[in-house]
């Protein structure tokens, strides 16, 4: 059988690219190399571009996707991305979730002008859970129809990253299309085998003795979360239990604050944030992928990349399909 070809279109720092390859190792388990070939791959953020093409051999080409004629895009059998999700999370509170009013919310009509252009056999594309109630629930069925308008059977499903052996709580909506009625009704999402026995945050902590002092908070941020109803609940800073997986983690972890919504650890009583690296483990990302080196840019590419293993278990769905 000849590789697939496949597209990706907001390729980010490339989380979906690496899983649908396949070939790196995470917490001593390879996960094995698919007959795969990305033919093109885009993003409109330089930063994350430069990631990417620190750990692939193809290139991640600079591009807005509004400018992307569908002739600069080569043939090809599956078509990924992961659109911009800022307009749908339930983060996104100011501004207020705008969903397809957006304008990156609208960026996914981009990607069905390429389906319709291009046609490949399949697509995957990710988002935010809260794209399910986004416009007041009218958004995710405009998505839905648009998709189906461009000649695809759909199916979708919420995935939570920690069924598949990632050590962190992530709730995803991945859409998956079809050309064929027939690929359609043989396919089936991938099953998690550990819901009931989760990997917990300290298989991916660094020693304590190597965390740069930057990374810990001062006295005086404790002390004035202590003055918070916050400190008793910890509704916000929310410190982690490392026997259990980790919070979703985002890409606001570049302004984490012990009074911000997004995750961060507690040891040795001492408050800290949670280095590059970890993030990159709990998101499944191999000890060799190689970050940018610059703090801000790698919390924001990485907060908001697909965990490469859910990636690589929903392409061996697709790839039985064709065996079978």
């Known amino acids: 059988m000849k590789k697939l070809r496949v597209v990706s279109l907001f ?14 190792k995470y917490l001593n388990r390879n996960y094995n190399k698919n007959h795969i070939t990305i033919k093109y791959a885009m993003d409109f953020e330089k930063k994350f571009c430069d990631i990417y093409n620190r750990n692939f051999l193809h290139k991640c080409h600079l591009k807005n996707i509004k400018y992307l004629n569908s002739s ?11 659109f911009p999700c800022q307009s749908f999370s339930v983060l996104a509170q100011n501004p207020k979730r705008l969903g397809y009013k957006d304008e990156k919310g609208k960026l996914f009509f981009e990607i069905c002008r390429i389906l319709r252009d291009k046609k490949p056999r399949f697509f995957i594309v990710e988002n935010v859970k809260g794209i399910l109630s986004a416009n007041k629930k009218k958004a995710f069925p405009l998505i839905i129809s648009e998709f189906e308008k461009s000649g695809y059977c759909i199916r979708f499903k919420l995935i939570n990253s920690v069924e598949f052996g990632v050590p962190q709580k992530r709730e995803r909506i991945f859409i998956v299309g079809f050309r064929k009625i027939t690929d359609f009704n043989k396919f089936k999402f991938p099953n998690g085998k550990t819901k009931n026995n989760p990997i917990p945050i300290k298989k991916i902590l660094e020693k304590e003795s190597t965390i740069d002092d930057h990374y810990y908070f001062s006295k005086k941020a404790i002390n004035g979360l202590k003055n918070t109803k916050n400190y008793t609940s910890m509704n916000k800073g929310r410190h982690q239990n490392i026997n259990k997986p980790c919070n979703t983690v985002s890409s606001h972890l570049a302004k984490v604050s012990l009074n911000s919504t997004d995750p961060v650890l507690l040891i040795n009583n001492k408050y800290r944030m949670f280095t590059p690296k970890e993030v990159a483990r709990i998101q499944s990302f191999p000890e060799n992928f190689i970050l940018s080196g610059i703090k801000t840019i790698d919390y924001k590419a990485l907060g908001n990349a697909v965990p490469p293993i859910v990636m690589w278990k929903l392409t061996k769905e697709i790839l039985k399909l064709l065996k079978n």
Request: no cysteine; net charge negative; glycine share 32%.
């Open 72 to 82: 600069e895009v080569p043939n090809h059998d599956i078509l990924i991305g992961g």
């Open 11 to 24: 390729s980010g720092l490339g989380g979906m690219d690496l899983g649908l390859l396949g070939g790196f």
